[in-house]
């Protein structure tokens, strides 16, 4: 996404009011996406508040659809292509806090990780049959 379009996604978010934008993802086995977009226009909300499938907040697709594919490309292209692999394997999930105001960024990135514990167990045939 060149400069320009990042400028337009600001301005275009300042415009609407939007103070807060929470950018919900997942992915595992090689694919990933951006699952939720939530947006408060309350400058006193809390990135808490806009986080998960059953918060109240504002889904920004429903309040700009606009806006909902501008965020969309900036966090897809720009964002999320710099952080861990959230996308393959066992993937990982996470959120983009987007703060309008401050012009800044917290990406609280998980990776899923598949971990197992080895036992070995040995012995003689004979001796397990009689007991």
Not at 65 to 86: P, T
């Amino acid at each position: 996404m060149a400069k320009v379009d990042l400028e337009s996604m600001m301005i275009g978010l300042v415009n609407c009011g939007v103070k807060k934008v929470c950018v919900y993802y997942d992915g595992a086995g090689d694919s990933g996406s951006i699952e939720s977009i939530r947006i408060s226009t309350d400058l006193d909300t809390k990135f808490d508040d806009l986080k998960g499938w059953d918060s109240s907040a504002t889904d920004l697709n429903d309040y700009n659809s606009d806006l909902y594919s501008m965020v969309y490309d900036f966090c897809s292209e720009q964002l999320l292509d710099d952080v861990e692999d959230w996308w393959n394997n066992d993937g990982g999930w996470g959120n983009v806090l987007i703060d309008v105001e401050e012009g800044t960024y917290k990406i609280e990135n998980n990776i899923r990780i598949t971990d197992y514990e080895l036992y070995i167990h040995e012995g003689k045939m004979f001796e397990k049959n009689t007991k």
